[in-house]
């Protein structure tokens, strides 16, 4: 059985960061692509960052430059440090994994097979 479970969430006022995290378990981690995604209120859920398993990464043209996707394949984690928040980062984020994923794909969320319960990260003053 699959789990995901992501932490890190929280409050944070605008042009401050948080450090999410992802850790799998019930999959050979090494084998899948890892992604976030996020969903604010009243909007579609929308692609954030993705790191493949040969740690090749792809960014969002929103976050671009201020989020960064990484991966612990010894402890299978995956993390997502976002620096320079803005109100309009604030959504629930979620922690997606596939094995099937090509890169034409790979902003797509019905290529994912595995998803966590999500971490809400809200940006305020």
């Known amino acids: 059985q699959v789990q995901m479970v992501e932490s890190g969430g929280g409050l944070a006022q605008p042009g401050t960061s948080l450090r999410l995290s992802c850790t799998a378990s019930?999959?050979?981690?090494?084998?899948?692509?890892m992604a976030w995604f996020r969903q604010a209120p009243g909007r579609e859920r929308e692609f954030v960052s993705a790191?493949?398993?040969?740690?090749?990464?792809y960014y969002a043209d929103s976050v671009k430059g201020r989020f960064t996707i990484s991966r612990d394949n010894s402890k299978n984690t995956v993390f997502l440090q976002m620096n320079g928040l803005n109100v309009e980062d604030t959504a629930v984020y979620s922690c997606?994994?596939?094995?099937?994923?090509?890169?034409?794909?790979?902003?797509?969320?019905?290529?994912?097979?595995?998803w966590g319960q999500g971490t809400q990260v809200t940006v305020s003053a």
């Open positions: 019930g999959l050979t981690f090494r084998s899948y692509t």
């Open positions: 997606a994994a596939s094995s099937r994923i090509i890169t034409s794909t790979i902003r797509n969320d019905q290529f994912y097979d595995y």
């Open positions: 790191i493949r398993s040969g740690h090749i990464s």
